[in-house]
């Protein structure tokens, strides 16, 4: 929780002021979760700080909350092209991407549990924060215009892909909210991408792509192949069918 705290007041997320007359202030909550490795293993405990976007209003609050994903077919096209031509793949992930978004609405917000303010202080929330109905909308507008700035153009057929021509060749990255693939010719203008990306936003660089979407990655000389075992052995067990004996058809 401290760990969070400390990054939403680095990120000026909010400013601390009265609660104006005739605007009202949502709530906020925390929600611990676990963070997971590719093979299942646990990878680290996180405490999120959420507001509680079910008491926005809209047309006062927010006004749209439309946010694009990348589509699944563009997912395994995206994959099959570098597989064919023996491209790298990377995966990268931005650390509290939607609290980069700038909201654009007046939202207040009651401090959170364990944040200690002056009595009848609220929150003046400036950038966004998870829970909020448009945060997901304003860190894809943010992130898109950034990957503009650096040359990216956004395709047509899907808005979470986008394509730059460098002097080695094209460079293709896809996004899904703040997971995003990387690849292309040359590792030179990946790691320029990385470090343009990681002096905007502060990202992990995972390395090599190896589970995205529930797809597991695997890269040999042949290429990449693609398997959903983890995630079918994981449909298997939460309906309790573990034991349950193979059959060559669905049929009793």
Same mark, same amino acid.
């Given at each position: ?34 963070? $997971? ?7 680290? @405990?996180? *405490?999120? &700080? !959420? ?7 809209? #047309? ?100 979470? $892909? ?7 060749? @094209?460079? *293709?990255? &896809? !996004? ?7 690849? #292309? ?68």
């Amino acid at each position: 929780m401290k760990e969070e705290i400390e990054a939403l007041e680095k990120n000026k997320t909010w400013d601390i002021t009265p609660l104006p007359t005739g605007k009202r202030a949502i709530g906020s909550k925390w929600v611990f979760k676990l963070k $997971l490795n590719s093979d299942g293993s646990v990878n680290r @405990y996180k *405490a999120r &700080l !959420v507001a509680k976007g079910y008491n926005q209003i809209e #047309g006062i609050d927010y006004t749209d909350s439309f946010s694009p994903v990348a589509k699944t077919v563009t997912v395994r096209v995206f994959l099959a092209i570098a597989s064919a031509y023996s491209w790298l793949i990377y995966q990268l992930d931005i650390n509290n991407a939607f609290l980069h978004g700038h909201l654009e609405e007046e939202v207040y917000m009651h401090p959170p549990e364990g944040y200690t303010v002056d009595a009848g202080m609220v929150c003046r929330l400036k950038k966004s924060l998870y829970g909020l109905k448009q945060a997901s909308r304003r860190w894809n507008h943010e992130f898109t215009s950034k990957l503009a700035d650096y040359g990216f153009i956004q395709s047509a057929h899907d808005n979470c $892909l986008f394509l730059k021509h460098a002097e080695s060749g @094209y460079l *293709a990255l &896809l !996004v899904y909210v703040d997971d995003i693939l990387l690849t #292309g010719p040359s590792e030179d203008s990946i790691a320029d991408v990385k470090r343009y990306l990681d002096d905007l936003f502060t990202i992990k660089d995972l390395g090599y792509a190896k589970y995205f979407l529930g797809l597991e990655i695997a890269r040999s000389h042949d290429g990449n192949s693609i398997t959903q075992r983890k995630y079918i052995e994981d449909i298997i067990a939460d309906t309790g069918m573990s034991g349950a004996r193979p059959a060559l058809t669905p049929l009793p």
